[in-house]
């Protein structure tokens, strides 16, 4: 099963994939980090570096797939392009796929909890509320079935909602 995160940066849903990783378990791959990486091995950053990250976590999740395991893909997955991209990862593998966006209700907590997140990731800065809010206007509509949190709830009740979810559509595994 092929599990992509989705939600604007700081929404809460590193969190949510993390916790629901332990929990099924599967890996969690975070395309900022691939980023964060090529950035430190000396790509220049005027190169599509977050093309490239998007596509480095697509080949670790078929590699993953292949060997009949369960994978999270965490990442912003704000344009149809990239959603796209998992569809094909999950028909090509024969895998099932679980869409789920994080969101948070509440303009005035995301805004904190994005100004206060400090992820290590060296060289990559995190992105401010007015970069957030513009990734907000040109975020794509969803085309299909996902589950919505929000992350104003805990990560772990939220994990137990998309665990439930998955259950319910018959692809826990457990």
């Not at 090529?38 to 570096?49: H, K, V, Y």
């Not at 997955?77 to 999950?90: I, P």
């Not at 907590?109 to 401010?128: I, K």
């Not at 007015?130 to 085309?143: G, I, L, P, Y």
Request: charged share 25%; proline share 5%; net charge neutral.
């Amino acid at each position: 099963m092929l599990i992509v995160m989705s939600g604007l940066p700081g929404a809460g849903k590193s969190a949510v994939a993390e916790e629901l990783g332990r929990r099924i378990p599967a890996p969690v791959l975070s395309v900022d980090p691939v980023e964060a990486a090529m950035w430190r091995a000396g790509i220049d950053r005027g190169q599509p570096t977050g093309l490239a990250a998007y596509v480095v976590v697509e080949a670790l999740a078929g590699e993953i797939l292949a060997l009949g395991q369960r994978v999270i893909v965490d990442a912003v997955n704000d344009a149809e392009e990239a959603r796209e991209q998992w569809r094909t990862l999950a028909r090509r593998s024969g895998s099932a796929l679980r869409l789920i966006e994080v969101m948070c209700s509440d303009p005035d907590v995301h805004r904190r909890r994005l100004a206060g997140r400090r992820r290590g990731l060296d060289c990559f800065p995190e992105p401010t509320w007015a970069s957030v809010q513009a990734r907000r206007a040109a975020f794509t509509n969803w085309r299909a079935d996902r589950l919505v949190l929000d992350s104003i709830a805990s990560p772990a009740d939220n994990a137990r909602t998309a665990l439930a979810h998955l259950e319910h559509s018959g692809h826990s595994g457990h």
